[in-house]
């Protein structure tokens, strides 16, 4: 779902500064495959965690859910490269996908299932494949397709083709399973969502559901207005999009009719759609993943009846 930022400082699956109603969104040239020495991302302290138990329980809808995920990064323009910035932000988000899986935050996961035609129940696993290999940098600068958003914008069919040249020019596979694949735009660029509006303004960062290409994906744009410095609200944005990518990942969005959410979520009457990060955002603080200390949010548990950091 979308991440957006509410009026205090809530963050859902789309990143925002401005709360919107909550659906799931938060949903070139030649390029060359990047290896970074992986980095944390700076911390804060961590933030009081209420332990009064949240009501909304999410629930199944009968689908899919990512059982053995994987990511693959795709940073759009040279400024990740160039710019010490946007560079130790691209470290920061490969170590996050690096030491993610296999800890306790993940494990979190592995109460989710999807139901089996002779309705068995196969559970997520605690595990994100990833490696360098699964890291792109597309060279060349991002095209705008309008000034809609107040800046250079980028619409969703031109993120849908710069997927499709990563997956060739990077020769990964296409996996529509298990994968979710990331695209990171740099600050001078705006995200127009159907939908949603203009990422800086109206979100941060969403998950999608391609129908037409059978992906997974996820847009984390670096305009995010949420305070912080980037690599952590880029890291934070990523495991809220991915952890719901995960639980939920064919998300029902206004310009594709052929999906519907039918993963994990809790059906609010007033906010419709909230995926397991959306009900968590407000809980947040320092997480050690593997050796390796992140700056995230809770994630809602239906074991424990409330979100676990």
């Given at each position: ?183 990171y735009t740099p600050p001078a660029f705006a995200i127009a969502e159907p939908g949603w509006g203009c990422s800086g303004k109206d979100y941060c960062a969403d998950h999608e559901w391609s129908s037409a290409l059978q992906v997974s994906y996820s847009v984390d744009p670096a305009n995010c207005s949420r305070s912080g410095i980037l690599a952590e609200k880029l890291v ?74």
């Amino acid at each position: 779902m979308q991440y957006h930022q509410p009026a205090h400082h809530r963050v859902s699956t789309l990143i925002i500064c401005t709360l919107l109603v909550p659906i799931l969104v938060l949903t070139a040239c030649g390029g060359r495959n990047v290896t970074s020495s992986p980095i944390p991302t700076a911390t804060r302290a961590l933030s009081p965690i209420s332990t009064q138990p949240l009501q909304p329980f999410v629930t199944y809808h009968g689908g899919r859910v990512q059982l053995s995920p994987s990511a693959y990064l795709i940073f759009w323009g040279p400024n990740w490269q160039t710019d010490p910035s946007l560079h130790a932000t691209m470290q920061a988000l490969e170590s996050y996908f690096t030491h993610v899986g296999g800890s306790s935050y993940e494990s979190i996961l592995t109460q989710y299932y999807m139901q089996n035609p002779d309705s068995s129940r196969s559970y997520i696993n605690n595990t994100t494949h990833f490696s360098p290999r699964q890291v792109w940098l597309d060279p060349a600068v991002p095209q705008s397709d309008d000034q809609s958003c107040g800046m250079p914008t980028i619409r969703d069919a031109s993120v849908l083709r710069e997927i499709t040249h990563a997956l060739s020019a990077a020769h990964w596979i296409k996996d529509s399973q298990n994968a979710t694949y990331f695209v990171y735009t740099p600050p001078a660029f705006a995200i127009a969502e159907p939908g949603w509006g203009c990422s800086g303004k109206d979100y941060c960062a969403d998950h999608e559901w391609s129908s037409a290409l059978q992906v997974s994906y996820s847009v984390d744009p670096a305009n995010c207005s949420r305070s912080g410095i980037l690599a952590e609200k880029l890291v934070w944005t990523s495991a809220h999009e991915q952890f719901e990518s995960i639980t939920d990942p064919t998300p029902g969005r206004s310009d594709d009719k052929l999906y519907k959410n039918e993963g994990w979520f809790h059906l609010d009457p007033h906010h419709g759609v909230e995926e397991i990060g959306d009900l968590c955002t407000s809980v947040q603080g320092s997480r050690d993943l593997n050796g390796m200390t992140f700056h995230l949010q809770a994630m809602w548990s239906n074991r424990d009846n409330k979100c676990i950091l």
